[in-house]
């Protein structure tokens, strides 16, 4: 089993950042990769970024490149998620997902655990 759980949402107006936290927790932890996917309201949840165990790799959705940047800390057992130059379009629920795939394509049925959410809403 693998816990997940996110915090770091919130309000914040266009333009602005904010960092989600993802800390993982579980013995077969080390087994996983650590994703993070959204959901906006009405939409379908979709795959945001990747990033490989050594944090050599990293995979982001056209969508976001070159605003949100992905890090993990092995240490801590925690992924993050910096994201800059926040648009309306970016609101959504935010989840981290563990899975042993990776790239940029992944999809619902490609992770194992999920995290609860965290609301991230961009006020235009």
């Known amino acids: 089993q693998v816990q997940l759980v996110e915090s770091g949402g919130g309000l914040v107006q266009a333009g602005g950042s904010l960092r989600l936290s993802c800390a993982a927790s579980?013995?077969?932890?080390?087994?996983?990769?650590i994703h993070w996917f959204r959901q906006a309201p009405g939409k379908e949840r979709e795959f945001v970024a990747g990033i490989s165990w050594g944090g050599a790799s990293t995979y982001y959705i056209q969508a976001v490149k070159g605003r949100f940047t992905i890090s993990r800390d092995n240490a801590k057992t925690s992924v993050y998620l910096q994201m800059n130059s926040l648009k309306p379009e970016d609101t959504a629920v935010y989840y981290c997902a563990a899975g042993m795939k990776i790239g940029a394509g992944l999809h619902d049925y490609d992770m194992d655990y999920w995290g609860k959410g965290t609301l991230v809403t961009v006020s235009s």
């Open positions: 579980g013995r077969t932890f080390s087994s996983y990769l």
